[in-house]
Antibody
């Protein structure tokens, strides 16, 4: 059974750096083609994909946020970390991590964490 | 970037109704299109992928069609549990979501 859970601060100040951790179980991020992505959703708005890391350590970033994001993995701990710099109130959102199966399955993000609401305010 | 546009933004319907939601892509995504259902306070739930493949455990009243730039999600007979917001998502080039369609009680 695949599970994911996000952890990190729920309140950050403007200009601060946000560090979120996704702890997962039920799959290995050592497998080529398997990935873990981060998606955020501002209150009342649509989800927005941020970043994804594959089992071979290949990384993808949203072009509009690329210069603020860093994604890394620690396979020994079954964790993926997202770092977002220079936080602003418009970054207030629920942040989700999600499992992306191997491409041969033809599917997209199939398992999601419960999400963590991060507020940006002074 | 590939933009995804859904219509309508809100849909009022009754239990038993047949419901169609349309999703258009700004360029071809072939059949790399997924549909999600989201309820308040919950993470999105994958319903269909590759345009028309039903995710395991999803009721067969949900179906999808389309390729290229135009796609449709159909709920064959709306059930009480189906009142929610639906999102399309392309995964041909990175990942982009539509703005959502809220299915509400008529």
């Amino acid at each position: 059974q695949i599970t994911l859970k996000e952890s990190g601060p729920t309140l950050v100040k403007p200009t601060q750096t946000l560090t979120l951790t996704c702890t997962f179980s039920g799959f290995s991020l050592n497998t080529r083609g398997v990935g873990v992505g981060w998606i955020r959703q501002p209150p009342g708005k649509a989800p927005e994909w941020l970043a994804l890391i594959f089992g071979d350590d290949d990384k993808r970033y949203s072009p509009s946020l690329r210069n603020r994001l860093t994604i890394t993995k620690d396979t020994s701990k079954n964790q993926v970390v997202l770092i977002m710099t220079n936080m602003d109130p418009v970054d207030t959102a629920t942040y989700y991590c999600a499992h992306r199966p191997m491409a041969v399955t033809g599917t997209s993000f199939d398992y999601w964490g419960q999400g963590i609401l991060v507020s940006v305010s002074s | 970037d590939i933009q995804m546009t859904q219509s309508p933004s809100t849909l009022s319907a009754s239990v038993g109704d047949r419901v169609n939601i349309t999703c258009r892509a700004s360029q071809s995504v072939y059949t790399w299109l997924a549909w999600y259902q989201q309820k308040p306070g919950r993470a999105p739930k994958l319903l269909l992928y590759k345009s028309s493949t039903l995710e395991s455990g999803v009721p067969s009243r949900f179906s999808g069609s389309g390729s290229g730039t135009e796609f449709t999600l159909t709920i064959g007979s709306l059930q009480p549990d189906d009142f929610a917001t639906y999102y399309c998502q392309q995964y041909s080039s990175y990942w982009t979501f539509g703005q959502g369609t809220k299915v509400e009680v008529k």
